[in-house]
Structure formats: C-alpha cells, structure tokens
C-alpha cells in the first residue's frame, strides 16, 4: 500500500471514530461516501495525486457538516464565541430554484434537486460577519450580523467556522454538488488603515530626525484634523512642510531639495528612509546650495547621508564633498561645517569698524548722518529669541539713535540744533568721548503739510509667516490712524508681478483703506524692482506740490526676481530720488531677512529705515514718532570735525561705517546724504585719545618732512575741534552751512549727563557684541551699572528695557 493509500485510511478511519459519536444514521451515509471514493480510485491512474486528496479533503467535510446537522437535529450547536440570532419566517421572494446570500450579493441559479447544501467558511474570510440561515419554507434567508470583537479575537484558534444551508426534504438521493459562498474580507479597510497609520508613523519619526538636527531648519506636519491623544499623528498622506531659514523663497510651500548620498532624490523618497539609518543631516542655504545644484536650490538643500551605502554612494558623497569644499564648506566627522552662527542666512552689510586715525595726517572727518535705528530693534529680536547676534548686524550709530535724549528744541529758522558734550571713556581708561548731538525741530500736527504716501507691500511667499505679513498689516493700520482728511494713501504690492490694490484714495476713508490691507495674503515669488516702478510712478501721478510725498516699503528685503540685486536697486531708486519722493524702508521678519538691501534703498532713497519686531515697535515707529518717520525737515545733512593735533593723538568715529564721506564730498551739493525727520535726535560718539595719554592703541606716526604746523602755535590751544555742519531744506537744493567749537577741557564721567552716561553704555554694549578689538576687558556688572544709574526719568519705559536685554544677555 502507498504512502498515499495509507493517509487516505487513517483519514477515513479517524473520521469514522468521530463520526460514529455524532449521529445514528452514519453508516449509510458512509456507505455512499465510499462507493464516490471507491469510484475515484478506479481512475486514480488518470488523476493527479494533488486532485485526489482535494477530492477526499471536501468529501471528509460532507461527512463532517452531515454529522453536525444531525447532532442538531436533536441538540442544539452552537459554535463557540459564534453569535445566533432569531429570524421570523418571511414570505417567499424567489423561485424554489434559487438560492440568495444576502451577506454575498450573489446568486445560484437551479440548485435543485440539491438535497443539502454545505458551506464551509473559512476563520480568515469571517472576521467582522456571522451568517444565520433560517428556513422560510422552501426558501433560504441569510442575516448578516456584526461579531464583537471579543468574537473574532476567539475565533482565531478556529481552523474553520461551518454553517449548514438546508431545505426541507429528508436527506435522499446522491449528493450533487458543495457549493462555498466567499465573504470579501472586511479586513481590508482596517488593513489599509493600519498600513496608512505605518506610514504616517514612519513620516512622523522622519520629520522627527529632521527637526532640530541642524539650525535654521524648521519641520511641520500638517494635519487636515485633530487627532486624539492617543492617535497623535497626522492625516496620512498629508504634506510635512520644510523650511529652511534663510533660503530665497519663491514661494513659501516649495519643498527644498533633497540629497541623499550625493543624489538628489523626492521628498516621497525621503520619507521611506528609517531614521535609525542617517548617519548626518546637514543645509545649505542661499548661494552655497546655488553654487552646486544651482535654481533647483531656490529653497536650500537638505544633505542626508547614510550608515550604509553602496561603493557608488559612496564615491558620490566623495564628489559632494569636494564640491562644498570647493565653495567654502568643509567637511569633518561626517558633517558639514558651513556658517558660525545660527542666523547665517540673513544679509548684513560687513563692514570694517573705524581704527583710530591720527589727526596730524587726518585731521578732517566727515560723514553723513543717519537717524535710522533699525539695529537695535533687530538685536533685541535675537536676544529675545535666545539666539546669537551676528556682528555685522550690530551698527553702533542705529543702537544710540534708537533713544530719545533731553536736548532743546532749535529756535529762530534753524531746523535744528547742534550739542556737544566731552567726557571719559567707560572702556578705555584714559580715553575720552565726544558726543555730537542733533535735535531737530518738531512739527505741531496742525503744521504738517499733506502727505502722499503709497504703500509699498510685500505679499511674496517669503512673507508668509506670523512676525511678517500679520504684523505687517497690522503696522500699516497703526499708521493709517495716525492721517488727516488732507493725506492720501494708494497701495501697491508686489509678488510675482506688481499691482495696485488701492488706487490713491483720500484718508477720510479709513475704513476702505484698513479693508484693503485686511485683504492681502503672501503667495508666489518677489519682483521687487517692478514693484518700485509702480510705486514711484503713483507717487509721482498724484505729487503734492511742497507736500510730504513718499513711498512706505514694506518687506523682508528678499527680492528675487527682476531687478534684485543690491547695486542695480540702489540705481534704481537713486534715479528715482529726483522726482522729489522720498522713500521709507519697513522690515519685518527673521530667516531671510536682507538688511543690506533695506539700509542701501533707505540711504539712496533721501529716507529711514526702521526694523519691526513687535506691535509695540509698530507703535512706536509709526504712532508716537509718526512725524519724524514720514515728515523731513531737513535734508542732506553732512558733518565734518577737524581736530587739534594739540589735544588729540588719535580719534575714531564709533560707528557710521557706511555713512562716511570724503572731506572734499562736504561741500558737494550733488552727494546725496541723510535726511533729518520732525523731532529727530542724531547723536554720534568720538572716542579720543589725549595728547599725553598713554594708549595700546598708539602707534607711532611716520616723521613728515613738509608739515608745515606750528606745534608751538597756541591761538587755537584751547580747542579741541570744530565742526562744520551742512544741510538742504526738504523742498531746497542749495545748502547751508554752519560751524561749532568745540572747547578742550573734558569732565569727570560721574559728572557728565544721564545722556551722555547712557548714550556711552548703548555704544559700549554695542562694541562687546561686536567682538570688538578697541576695547579692553570688559566687566559687564559695570556696563550694567553704567546704564541703569543713567536711565533718567525714562517715561516710556525703553532705557529699562536695554538693561534688561544687557542682563539677559549677559546671564
């Protein structure tokens, strides 16, 4: 007997033996069953082996449904963890041929004289369904009911789930047919879920890696709903945003580029990567990302490499590597080394600070005024932030002016008045400062002349975050409140293209002109220069004759299309300077912000520029100091101090880096310079070494054989300098000029002003953030002491403020 032969009688032997304790009438049945069988070994010659046991299997089922349907005729079965449920007899609905599955959808034609029908199901097609038969007369119903999830948790260590379809007639005849009704498997949707639900949680735990791996790189998830606690994950497929601070945004829902290995690759690509793989994670901003992949880096690069990689992998991280270092980035440990500090990717004007000069061979020094106090907002930003201040964006000349100090107002015609104070040096001992200080005369409200302001806003995608385009619009608000039924407002903006969202509109109208700057939203790229045009040319369409005509810009500076880079806006705006409209600069923002680019336009545009932090900065800027923002008394102004070789061994001007002029540029009507607004104060610090005085900083001065100077002359012995000051009225182009001297005795810094005390602590703070290599060691306790002991009345709270940040920052 074979192998075969003898599975096939134990088969019929242990189904005997259960059979036998079921049901009386088995042998009979048994009998038939055989007889088949005995038929199918006749033709087993013929019959693959695979076909006989299928055969057999679905013959010892029959046995086993017959022996369950008579033990039910006389006691009740009930499957375990397997729900029954009653149905009432219905009326007929189908031919007595015709069998319907409700809980399949489907239909088997003619089945008669089918005598009993045996459906066997198995545990994996029946996970969330039961199926109960009843017998309506010579009719089947089948009622589908949901199983409990205690049932299908039960069901699990069941081979099988077997339900009966009978009809009514007695059990005679041959058995005709099995027929097996399939469930479509209600697994699926849960299935897919849970995969979707992987999914998201491997997306969640890249976005995780991502996150904070390195500066300037910011990752969100965006979920289109809540989640509970307990499913804390976004909606699957949903978009994880990536930002790279600082990069050039077209738009500000591009994704950067991707480079895994050297090869850049999708962002669906990046997603499937375990996180437990990445060996480093790196950016590239602005022109280094240019410089390799170049327009595709619009939004920076992401460099990812990996534990494990393939020789070829490996030989294209090489050539990446050797790429960054070709531009500047070095590579080591398995990182980039790309910028020293966290906020590399905004744009600051560098600039070397002013050395000491010798007066014997410079005795003139000259430079343009600049009532700007942009930087001192922006450091306070990063201070707040917790972050670094970068040096080049600490301008110690923006950092004294940002404050309010006590000096008279100018009488007679003048439009301001010049103040000098001369005292020691907190930083340096036996150093002495200068201050030279401007205060322009203020405009009662009721003397204003009309203004023609067009707002110039930025709605380029780069201005899609909270602390740029919201604040943006709500500064303009404040002041938009601040105008007369006399001014008038147009606003342009600019993404894109440029356009006119208001066309120049009287400010009685308020109400229209607020609705107009509710209405904006950032989107798309940044054409600058086109904006400038229109800008220009609605101001110039709608001038007002000795009115106040002026151009609000608003912006992160990022200007990326069109005219953009710094040197062809500067001629642009330079050109425009002669249609006599003035040009006020706005920034907002962190990431990209262009400093360089809002100072320049501001300088060549005869106007300011303020940085905007807060609302309370907005409140500031454009609120109380309204007039002086937007209202020029004079223009041009220029300074120029000669100093006495007889008092002064060295000199240097602390700050105005970007503001100086040549000495012959002084009394050049055509050289454009800087513009004093209503109430303006201008304050410039001289640090001087003393003749006598001994200094590190001394170097010795070459012997000249043509100076000419009589060191013995004593007709000027008592002065220490003079000063020369010239300036335009707003409406004017010719100049005028006026001088000071400036007397040689200094006093005591304990007895010099709060003005001059405070004016020295800014400068002095201002110096140690800029790493400065004209200071000696500097203890900050005294720094802080200098200035809170100088605060003064401080009405509006700002002097306390700065000692704050200086003990924040000093913590």
Not at 612 to 632: C, M, P, S
Request: aromatic fraction near 8%; hydrophobic fraction near 40%; glycine fraction near 6%.
């Amino acid at each position: 007997m074979s192998n075969q032969d003898k599975f096939l009688e134990s088969f019929k032997d242990a189904a005997r033996h259960t059979e036998e304790q079921r049901f009386d009438g088995f042998d009979a049945v048994w009998q038939r069953v055989e007889q088949r069988l005995d038929e199918q070994q006749q033709s087993k010659a013929v019959i693959f082996p695979w076909k006989r046991i299928l055969s057999i299997a679905a013959a010892a089922i029959v046995i086993l449904m017959l022996g369950i349907w008579r033990y039910n005729a006389t006691a009740p079965f009930i499957a375990p963890a397997v729900d029954v449920v009653k149905v009432q007899p219905v009326a007929p609905a189908v031919p007595q041929d015709t069998v319907t599955s409700s809980a399949s959808n489907s239909t088997v034609q003619k089945l008669a004289p089918v005598k009993e029908k045996v459906v066997a199901l198995s545990q994996k097609d029946i996970v969330v369904s039961n199926t109960t038969s009843t017998n309506t007369g010579n009719h089947l119903r089948e009622v589908a009911t949901p199983l409990p999830p205690a049932t299908t948790l039960a069901m699990a260590d069941s081979l099988q789930t077997v339900a009966t379809i009978k009809q009514p007639e007695t059990l005679t005849g041959d058995l005709q047919d099995v027929v097996v009704i399939g469930y479509g498997r209600a697994q699926k949707k849960e299935a897919a879920m849970a995969q979707a639900v992987q999914a998201q949680q491997q997306q969640q735990r890249m976005s995780q890696a991502l996150q904070g791996s390195v500066s300037g790189l910011k990752v969100k998830s965006k979920a289109s709903s809540p989640a509970p606690p307990a499913f804390n994950y976004s909606t699957p497929g949903a978009a994880t945003q990536v930002r790279i601070r600082g990069a050039a945004s077209l738009d500000a829902n591009d994704q950067p580029l991707y480079v895994l290995n050297g090869v850049p690759v999708s962002n669906d690509y990046i997603k499937k990567i375990n996180p437990s793989e990445i060996e480093s994670i790196d950016v590239l901003k602005d022109n280094k990302a240019a410089a390799i992949y170049g327009s595709r880096a619009v939004q920076g690069v992401v460099v990812i490499n990996t534990k494990k990689r393939t020789k070829k992998e490996d030989a294209q991280v090489d050539k990446l590597k050797l790429n960054l270092q070709q531009i500047g980035v070095s590579a080591e440990n398995g990182r980039l080394q790309i910028e020293p500090y966290p906020i590399e990717a905004e744009s600051y004007n560098p600039f070397v600070e002013n050395p000491f000069t010798n007066p014997a061979l410079e005795p003139l020094s000259t430079f343009s005024i600049d009532v700007d106090n942009a930087s001192y907002s922006n450091m306070r930003r990063f201070i707040n932030n917790g972050e670094q201040v970068p040096p080049s964006a600490v301008k110690i000349e923006e950092m004294v002016n940002y404050f309010k100090y006590n000096y008279a107002a100018p009488t007679g015609n003048m439009p301001f008045a010049m103040y000098t104070e001369y005292s020691q040096s907190p930083w340096n001992n036996g150093h002495t400062l200068l201050r030279v200080a401007l205060k322009a005369k203020e405009l009662p409200q009721d003397d204003l002349t009309a203004s023609n302001l067009v707002f110039l806003i930025d709605v380029s995608g780069s201005m899609n975050e909270p602390n740029k385009l919201p604040l943006l619009k709500q500064s303009m608000k404040v002041l938009v409140k601040q105008l007369r039924a006399v001014d008038r407002v147009a606003i342009v903006v600019y993404a894109g293209a440029a356009g006119v969202v208001l066309p120049s509109t009287s400010a009685q109208y308020k109400d229209s002109i607020i609705q107009a700057i509710d209405l904006l939203a950032a989107g798309g790229s940044t054409a600058g220069g086109e904006g400038i045009d229109l800008a220009y040319k609605i101001a110039v369409d709608n001038f007002i004759k000795k009115g106040n005509n002026r151009i609000v810009l608003a912006t992160d500076g990022d200007f990326n299309v069109g005219i953009s880079s710094t040197g062809d806006l500067q001629k642009l705006i330079a050109q425009k300077r002669q249609t006599g409209v003035y040009l006020t600069c706005l920034g907002f923002g962190d990431g990209n912000y262009r400093d360089d680019v809002m100072e320049s336009l501001a300088e060549k545009g005869n106007g300011n520029y303020a940085y905007i932090d807060n609302l309370q900065e907005a409140n500031r800027v454009l609120g109380k100091e309204f007039a002086g923002t937007v209202h020029a008394v004079a223009k041009d102004v220029k300074i120029q101090i000669e100093f006495n070789p007889q008092h002064v061994q060295r000199y240097r001007l602390l700050g105005y880096e970007t503001r100086l002029l040549k000495a012959e540029d002084f009394a050049n009507d055509t050289i454009d310079a800087g513009e004093l607004g209503s109430g303006h104060v201008v304050t410039a610090l001289y640090e001087i070494i003393p003749t006598g005085a001994d200094s590190k900083f001394l170097q010795n001065a070459p012997v000249l054989k043509y100076n000419n100077r009589d060191k013995n002359n004593t007709r000027y012995q008592q002065e220490l300098a003079t000063i020369k000051f010239r300036y335009k009225l707003p409406h004017e182009s010719k100049s005028t000029e006026g001088l000071q001297v400036i007397d040689a005795q200094s006093t005591a810094l304990a007895t010099s002003s709060n003005d001059f005390r405070f004016a020295a602590a800014v400068a002095w703070f201002g110096l140690v953030l800029r790493h400065s290599e004209f200071i000696g060691e500097t203890k900050m306790a005294d720094l802080i002491h200098l200035a809170r002991y100088a605060k003064d009345t401080d009405i509006d709270g700002y002097r306390s403020e700065f000692v704050r940040l200086v003990e924040t920052w000093a913590r």
